[in-house]
């Protein structure tokens, strides 16, 4: 797949331009229809920036991202564009404001070709629980593309866009990156704004970027990053500069923390299978090896799970029927409870009730404060491996894409594809999955790494010392 990088020199000597990429992006998204990738297209939007950025690449006055072709999670806030969050509740909702990634994407020349597909309100780990139907796998087969930002990850790994946004609360860049064969970065926690994006669990939520290259991930992130006052949880930063940091030669001696084997005892042994010849690529650079035991590892999703639907429960309470979006009819009965039955579906009902429970004042000990003391080791644990180690390496996902309905009817099951990815939304460093090849029946396999908090350059040449290491 063409990346953003690889196109730039003909953008740069103009042989060729942005609109020209941007009706070549339309017509394969008209072409590819059937994937269920976008909720809403901006096509009219996006010829508009392309046509500026044409502008401005023939007088030599480019911005960081002209010609950039970007596509937004629908819960992301973009003035003036429906943003659903893939439910009935804001089927017809339409934001005042672009959120503050979004003004920071149109301000450097990136172009917007629409609101792509998701787990209503971004609860889920394999699409299954859009209101609008799910997205496919772009290996068809039945395969999901995985959750929640599957329509964003489908969106890069398809060539509908170049790079695209999506959240990341328990690992929803990460896993549908790992499924689909696409680089999916997810942030320090307060490194990008969250103003604009829907909230689903405040302190775990964090805007991540899908990618074909870490070229693209880099630029991507060094433009949305940075304080936004309009966010306390933002971390007073200037915007990153990975970009620069690509280029920076790697020390020669460096150390991997990887886990010890009981806690990779659930992957599948084609996930085993790329994890050994990742660890072979990372050693034959120069790493020290280091194995490390993250506590409590058998809690990773009681404690996540309990968290993330308590602050659910929380914050979708402003869904009321009364100040957004949907509304019941009056003979349904009060207007509040009628309008959440209805507009929300299913995940998001149990969710909520979820979080309402382990919130409520016989339980509020047991569960919600217990998973929060839990929650302070790992961001212990965290910390101490990264006193030892650069970098920590595993897998993303215990398995490669599974089929659509596999998982439906045990939400225990799905939970647990997020055994990997919460211990960074719970200690809040950043991680990344990068695509390292296909298992034997072509289905792509992603690993995970991750640093220390604010340690995104260093993550992303070590990602792309492995991604170019298994090609
Ligand atoms: N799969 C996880 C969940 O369902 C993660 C979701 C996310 O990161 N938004 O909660």
């Not at 990053?225 to 920076?248: Q, V, W, Y």
Request: a negative charge; hydrophobic letters at 40%; charged letters at 20%.
């Amino acid at each position: 797949m063409l990346s953003y990088s690889d196109l730039k020199p003909s953008l740069d000597n103009n042989s060729t331009t942005a609109v020209e990429t941007v009706e070549s992006f339309l017509k394969t998204i008209r072409e590819k229809q059937h994937l269920n990738a976008f909720l809403t297209l901006t096509e009219a939007e996006a010829r508009e920036a392309a046509s500026e950025s044409e502008t401005r690449f023939k007088n030599g006055e480019a911005r960081s991202l002209d010609g950039m072709i970007v596509a937004i999670k629908d819960n992301i806030s973009t003035k003036g564009i429906r943003t659903t969050c893939a439910s009935r509740m804001l089927e017809n909702f339409t934001p005042l404001y672009d959120a503050f990634v979004i003004e920071k994407i149109k301000n450097a020349g990136g172009i917007i070709v629409g609101k792509t597909n998701m787990d209503e309100f971004a609860m889920g780990s394999s699409n299954e629980n859009s209101a609008f139907g799910g997205v496919e796998h772009p290996l068809g087969q039945d395969l999901v593309p995985g959750g929640s930002s599957g329509g964003s990850a489908v969106a890069v790994a398809a060539g509908l866009a170049h790079v695209s946004l999506g959240s990341d609360t328990g690992g929803s860049v990460r896993q549908p990156a790992a499924f689909c064969g696409v680089v999916g970065l997810k942030p320090t926690y307060g490194r990008i704004s969250r103003s604009g994006l829907v909230a689903f669990a405040s302190s775990l939520d964090q805007i991540g970027i899908f990618a074909n290259s870490i070229e693209d991930t880099a630029l991507l992130f060094d433009t949305i990053s940075g304080h936004d006052p309009n966010d306390s949880t933002t971390a007073n930063r200037p915007p990153a500069e990975t970009f620069k940091s690509l280029s920076e030669p790697l020390s020669h001696k460096f150390t991997v923390a990887v886990l010890h084997d009981e806690q990779l005892e659930g992957c599948s042994e084609d996930v085993l299978k790329k994890y050994r010849e990742g660890l072979e690529v990372l050693k034959s650079a120069g790493a020290e090896i280091v194995k490390v035991t993250m506590p409590v590892s058998e809690a990773w999703i009681p404690m996540y799970y309990i968290l993330a639907t308590a602050e659910a429960s929380s914050n979708l309470a402003r869904f009321d029927g009364v100040r957004y979006g949907f509304r019941a009819e009056a003979e349904d009965g009060d207007i509040t409870t009628a309008s959440r039955s209805q507009g929300f579906g299913p995940e998001v009902q149990r969710r909520i009730m979820l979080g309402t429970y382990v919130l409520s004042s016989g339980y509020y000990d047991a569960y919600y404060l217990k998973a929060q003391k839990a929650r302070r080791l790992v961001l212990n644990a965290v910390n101490d491996i990264f006193s030892k180690a650069e970098v920590l390496y595993m897998p993303t996902t215990p398995t490669p894409a599974f089929k659509r309905g596999e998982k439906t009817a045990d939400p225990i099951q799905m939970y647990l594809s997020d055994y990997f990815t919460v211990s960074a939304n719970l200690a809040g460093n950043p991680a990344i999955s990068v695509p390292v090849g296909n298992n034997d029946a072509g289905l792509p396999i992603g690993m995970q790494l991750q640093t220390s908090h604010f340690e995104e350059g260093k993550l992303l040449q070590f990602s792309k010392l492995l991604m170019d290491g298994m090609r």
